[in-house]
Nanobody, 123 residues
Framework: QVQLVESGGGLVQAGGSLRLSCAASGRTSSLHVTGWFRQAPGKEREFVAAISWSGSSTYYDDSVKGRFTISRDNAKNTVYLQMDSLKPEDTAVYYC????????????????WGQGTQVTVSS
């Protein structure tokens, strides 16, 4: 089993920044992909970004490309999501997930999920 814990969420004004962290523990291994997803009130959960285990491949939804940066520190078993130029429409609960998949944008391909962290962007 793998446990994922997100942190770093909070309230920020539009144009501000936050950095989310996803710390993994338990039965960790290589060759996985870690993704970030988000769910706004009344909406379905959607893909935000993902990163391969080596960090050599990253994937972004068009809505966050150029504003968000995903990275990882395998020595700390942690994946980060740096969010800059935040907009009110970025308000959501953000989840990290881990899976062994060739489809990093597909949430059903992920095996493990964290509990989520709330991000609220005020206008």
């Amino acid at each position: 089993q793998v446990q994922l814990v997100e942190s770093g969420g909070g309230l920020v004004q539009a144009g501000g920044s936050l950095r989310l962290s996803c710390a993994a523990s338990g039965r960790t291994s290589s060759l996985h992909v870690t993704g970030w997803f988000r769910q706004a009130p009344g909406k379905e959960r959607e893909f935000v970004a993902a990163i391969s285990w080596s960090g050599s491949s990253t994937y972004y939804d068009d809505s966050v490309k150029g504003r968000f940066t995903i990275s990882r520190d395998n020595a700390k078993n942690t994946v980060y999501l740096q969010m800059d130029s935040l907009k009110p429409e970025d308000t959501a609960v953000y989840y990290c997930a881990r899976g062994y998949t060739t489809k990093p944008r597909v949430q059903d391909a992920y095996n493990y999920w964290g509990q989520g962290t709330q991000v609220t962007v005020s206008s």
